[in-house]
């Protein structure tokens, strides 16, 4: 079946502005997760989706980063006021069931912001 | 949280059969031991969970000593696709305010 999908697969922004990141999960993963990949660096952990709440919001890096997820599927990640620091391959990944260790990734989106 | 500690990098030849090992000394009772592979511009990708013992699928084999505090991954005869950066994670399911962590992972090199 479909794996997880993730658009846009390249974004280049200018300094300052918006940007939406959107998540597709494997149909029926009720788990979802959001990471960040800076350049040779390990996975940043950002949030985690059950359904549609998400119980700690304390990964993401400031109040511009905001993360919704309607309907149990689809997630989009929303970065505001872009700084070139938010630069970075985002992760999406998905699981069944309860938050696991065994998760489903996307290919990711590379943000980069000038 | 259990913390751990995998080599940075390895070199290795085709064909032959790699093991990585990954230290976590303070492993709780609960924690699985997971671990991810991760290819240049993809995301990683699950390759085999163990709690003790050994674990194997098409994959990999997966070691783990009696105590706990280390596991090994076993890559049987590689070849120049499995050039990746492999991931160890250790915990168990998760409660509401945990965080996965992703080390930097152990880049491994295969040469022909």
């Known amino acids: 079946g479909a794996g997880v999908s993730q658009s846009p697969s390249n974004k280049v922004t200018e300094k300052g502005k918006d940007v939406e990141l959107r998540c597709d999960p494997i149909s029926g993963h009720t788990a979802l997760y959001w990471y960040r990949q800076s350049l040779g660096q390990g996975l940043e952990f950002l949030i985690y989706f059950q359904g549609n709440s998400a119980p700690d919001k304390s990964g993401l890096p400031s109040d511009r980063f905001s993360a919704e997820r309607t309907g149990g599927s689809v997630s989009t990640l929303t970065i505001q006021r872009t700084q070139q620091e938010d630069s970075a391959v985002y992760l999406c990944?998905?699981?069944?069931?309860?938050?696991?260790?065994?998760?489903?990734f996307g290919p990711g989106t590379r943000l980069t912001v000038t | 949280l259990a913390k751990t500690t995998q080599p940075i990098s390895m070199d290795s030849y085709e064909g032959q059969e790699v093991n990585i090992t990954c230290s976590h000394n303070n492993i709780a009772t609960n924690d699985y031991i997971t671990w991810y592979q991760q290819f240049p511009s993809q995301g990683p990708r699950f390759i085999i969970q163990?709690?003790?013992t050994k674990v194997t699928n098409e994959v990999a084999s997966l070691f783990i000593p009696a105590d706990r505090k280390s596991s090994t991954l076993s890559l049987p005869r590689v070849s120049l696709s499995d050039t990746a950066v492999y991931y160890c994670l250790v915990g168990h399911i998760m409660n509401r305010d945990d965080k996965i962590i992703f080390g930097k992972g152990t880049r491994l090199h295969i040469l022909p």
């Open positions: 990944a998905s699981s069944p069931g309860r938050m696991s260790y065994e998760q489903y």
């Open positions: 163990g709690y003790k």
